[in-house]
């Protein structure tokens, strides 16, 4: 082997690449052939061209596109190139915080497929603790109470639109829920305009986020979209016989949801979720 004459399968070999990655080098001008036999028009790299296609290689690896590896390598600006590498390190972190931000809500996903399986049947109260909630909430102008599926559906959408005006990954768009401040359930009314979705504990981004304080919460289970004022009414009912008072907002979170089928509505299995603690 003439390592100051390698073919372009010698050269491949030796890099641990394909001769189409080469060839493909040659074409962006990234990397040429060293010398062309003017008789048989052979191709012939030299073997220390392999530092360049290291280089190529590295960069390549980390995501910076052969463009501008092209102008970089053609510049022969260390300090530039450093620069380059600096952007591609923070869309790098970005990337894995948005890897990271899907990953929490695929894992919440599951978490609440399995929490489901231990929860209550739909009708029953039942008390629990429940720790604090980090959650990003959208106003709407309407009253959720006041909307069928359809105009629900009207505040999904809403949300949604914050959420992407956000530049907020979609993968937050599950889990979405409703509450209703605390002002209007001590006068034993619902009334909703408000909807969200949980973040993780150190989210920090654009939009309005609020701590949903940890506490204990009467809760209820069901899966009848169109009774949940029914429920919402009843456990008040329940608090206000029991003597507890009201600590807090009123959330009904979606539990699981599943696939809708064309115009049909939502199926959702939802838990309505109250603060309260002993009257003093």
């Given at each position: 082997?003439?390592?100051?004459?390698?073919?372009?399968?010698?050269?491949?070999?030796?890099?641990?690449?394909?001769?189409?990655?080469?060839?493909?080098?040659?074409?962006?001008?990234?990397?040429?052939?060293?010398?062309?036999?003017?008789?048989?028009?052979?191709r012939?790299?030299?073997?220390?061209?392999?530092?360049?296609?290291?280089?190529?290689?590295?960069?390549?690896?980390?995501?910076?596109?052969?463009?501008?590896?092209?102008?970089?390598?053609?510049?022969?600006?260390?300090?530039?190139?450093?620069?380059?590498?600096?952007?591609?390190?923070?869309?790098?972190?970005?990337?894995?915080?948005?890897?990271?931000?899907?990953?929490?809500?695929?894992?919440?996903?599951?978490?609440?497929?399995?929490?489901?399986?231990?929860?209550?049947?739909?009708?029953?109260?039942?008390?629990?603790?429940?720790?604090?909630?980090?959650?990003?909430?959208?106003?709407?102008?309407k009253?959720?109470?006041?909307?069928?599926?359809?105009?629900?559906?009207?505040?999904?959408?809403?949300?949604?639109?914050?959420?992407?005006?956000?530049?907020?990954?979609?993968?937050?768009?599950?889990?979405?829920?409703?509450?209703?401040?605390?002002?209007?359930?001590?006068?034993?009314?619902?009334?909703?305009?408000?909807?969200?979705?949980?973040?993780?504990?150190?989210?920090?981004?654009?939009g309005?986020?609020e701590?949903?304080?940890?506490?204990?919460?009467?809760?209820?289970c069901?899966?009848?979209?169109?009774?949940?004022?029914?429920?919402?009414n009843?456990?008040?009912?329940?608090?206000?016989?029991?003597g507890?008072?009201?600590?807090?907002?009123?959330?009904?979170?979606?539990?699981?949801?599943?696939?809708?089928?064309?115009?049909?509505?939502?199926?959702?299995?939802?838990n309505?979720q109250?603060?309260?603690q002993?009257?003093?």
């Open positions: 082997m003439d390592i100051q004459r390698l073919t372009v399968g010698q050269m491949a070999r030796l890099n641990r690449v394909t001769p189409e990655t080469l060839r493909h080098y040659d074409r962006e001008k990234l990397l040429q052939p060293r010398f062309i036999d003017e008789t048989t028009g052979y012939y790299y030299h073997i220390n061209q392999s530092a360049r296609l290291d280089m190529i290689l590295y960069l390549q690896a980390h995501g910076v596109p052969l463009k501008q590896i092209r102008h970089h390598l053609k510049n022969s600006d260390p300090e530039a190139l450093c620069g380059l590498l600096r952007d591609q390190l923070n869309a790098i972190d970005e990337n894995i915080r948005r890897l990271r931000q899907s990953r929490n809500a695929i894992t919440r996903m599951i978490a609440n497929h399995e929490r489901r399986k231990s929860l209550p049947l739909s009708h029953t109260p039942y008390y629990e603790y429940l720790p604090s909630r980090r959650i990003y909430t959208h106003r709407t102008d009253d959720f109470f006041e909307q069928d599926d359809s105009g629900y559906e009207l505040m999904l959408r809403e949300l949604k639109q914050s959420l992407v005006a956000s530049n907020l990954p979609i993968s937050y768009f599950c889990n979405v829920g409703t509450l209703v401040r605390q002002r209007y359930l001590e006068k034993q009314q619902l009334f909703s305009d408000e909807v969200f979705f949980f973040v993780e504990d150190d989210f920090v981004g654009p309005v986020v701590n949903l304080p940890a506490g204990m919460h009467i809760c209820l069901a899966d009848d979209f169109s009774k949940e004022a029914e429920y919402g009843f456990l008040l009912n329940v608090i206000e016989k029991s507890l008072v009201i600590a807090g907002d009123y959330v009904c979170e979606v539990v699981e949801e599943f696939p809708g089928f064309d115009a049909a509505p939502r199926s959702l299995f939802f309505i109250i603060p309260v002993k009257s003093t």
